[in-house]
């Protein structure tokens, strides 16, 4: 039986996944810049540390408020 932590990370795993690839998509930038943006948001750390269960959202949705909360990110 596979234990919940080693399935929170996978879980995890993908969803970072997802949302690099539609952070490039929806700004039209490549891979390495979403991924160097995705990473130094504040948005990677509450993914990263399970705060207020954001990391349950849809990839979409977390896109969306990395753009409206952390608009400097993207200068």
Do not use: C, H, W
């Not at 750390?45 to 849809?58: P, V």
Request: hydrophobic letters at 40%; charged letters at 30%.
């Amino acid at each position: 039986m596979i234990e919940e932590s080693v399935i929170e990370k996978i879980y995890q795993e993908q969803l970072e996944e997802d949302i690099i690839l539609y952070l490039a998509k929806v700004r039209n930038i490549g891979l390495d810049d979403a991924m160097e943006i995705y990473y130094k948001s504040e948005l990677a750390d509450k993914i990263a540390q399970g705060k207020y269960g954001i990391q349950y959202l849809d990839y979409r949705v977390l896109v969306n408020i990395l753009q409206e909360t952390e608009p400097e990110i993207f200068q």
